[in-house]
């Protein structure tokens, strides 16, 4: 199984109101995770330019200090050169890390997750064990005010957002790629400040996670192909979507006429599943 390439990350504490990162280049990314503190008090709203659709993990809450941390994650996203990706919401304070990778699996991307809700330095996650070899880890650390001095245990890449009393909640998100799937958790440490927040999360290389039949790969593949107008990304999606399982002659005779058709968003979302050819002839 692939293992997973960060493509690109960026970072951002837009203000009380909420607001945008600066512009990044996502083009090749399979999966897209954005690590957000936010006021817990308050619901924020995600979004990006590319109009993608995001799929939330547990929401932690520390009721004691008003902070909140949750994961979101978009698969097979639309990407850009001068990608955004914007938490908005009166009050929400947000503190916004994003990470774009290639190599995640197509069909099951999430694995396991768990966390603690409040604590103080150190503060452990708790442990999870993935299910496959090679599984990329997540962790986070959401506080309030200007927490100092923040390390994480276990080898992660660490990125920093600091904290800003009343306009922005404190961020510190780490990751790495498991080898072995065994117990895995990461203990945070910091030197000064509130309590905290705490997250762990895995998700499956590709290659993981056969399709249980062909109608789901025809599905995905008519989801993709709606998109956006068939561009390089898509039929490089289509490709590695294709390529995790065995297609006939048929298809892929197929695919490359539709994809050199340049069809519009209209005449794409026409073709039906069987029309694909993707089921066993």
């Not at 692939?2 to 083009?27: D, E, N, V």
């Not at 949750?70 to 947000?94: D, E, I, K, Q």
């Not at 958790?185 to 999360?201: E, K, L, R, Y």
Request: proline share 5%; hydrophobic share 40%; charged share 5%.
């Amino acid at each position: 199984m692939a293992a997973f390439t960060l493509i690109s990350s960026t970072s951002a504490g837009p203000g009380a109101s909420g607001g945008s990162t600066s512009p990044i280049s996502t083009i090749g990314a399979t999966l897209i995770v954005l690590s957000v503190t936010y006021n817990s008090a308050v619901t924020p709203t995600i979004s990006d330019s590319q109009f993608n659709s995001w799929i939330g993990l547990t929401s932690r809450v520390n009721s004691g200090i008003n902070v909140a941390h949750r994961f979101y994650y978009s698969v097979l996203p639309s990407t850009a050169s001068n990608h955004t990706f914007s938490v908005t919401g009166g009050n929400t304070r947000p503190g916004i890390i994003v990470y774009a990778y290639y190599g995640v699996d197509l069909f099951n991307p999430f694995d396991v997750e768990t966390g603690v809700l409040s604590g103080n330095s150190p503060l452990g996650t708790g442990s999870i064990t993935p299910t496959t070899i090679n599984s990329l880890i997540l962790t986070a650390l959401g506080s309030t005010g200007a927490i100092t001095g923040v390390s994480v245990s276990g080898g992660f890449t660490q990125t920093n957002i600091a904290g800003v009393v009343n306009v922005t909640q404190p961020n510190s998100t780490g990751w790495l790629e498991l080898a072995t799937p065994v117990a895995t958790s990461a203990t945070w440490t910091w030197g000064t400040g509130s309590s905290g927040v705490v997250a762990i999360a895995a998700f499956k290389p590709a290659g993981s996670t056969s399709p249980a039949a062909n109608t789901r790969i025809s599905q995905d593949v008519i989801e993709l192909l709606s998109k956006s107008p068939v561009n390089a990304r898509v039929s490089q999606n289509v490709i590695e979507l294709l390529s995790q399982v065995p297609v006939n002659m048929r298809t892929s005779q197929y695919v490359v006429e539709l994809l050199s058709q340049n069809l519009s968003v209209s005449e794409i979302s026409s073709i039906s599943i069987d029309e694909l050819g993707l089921f066993s002839r």
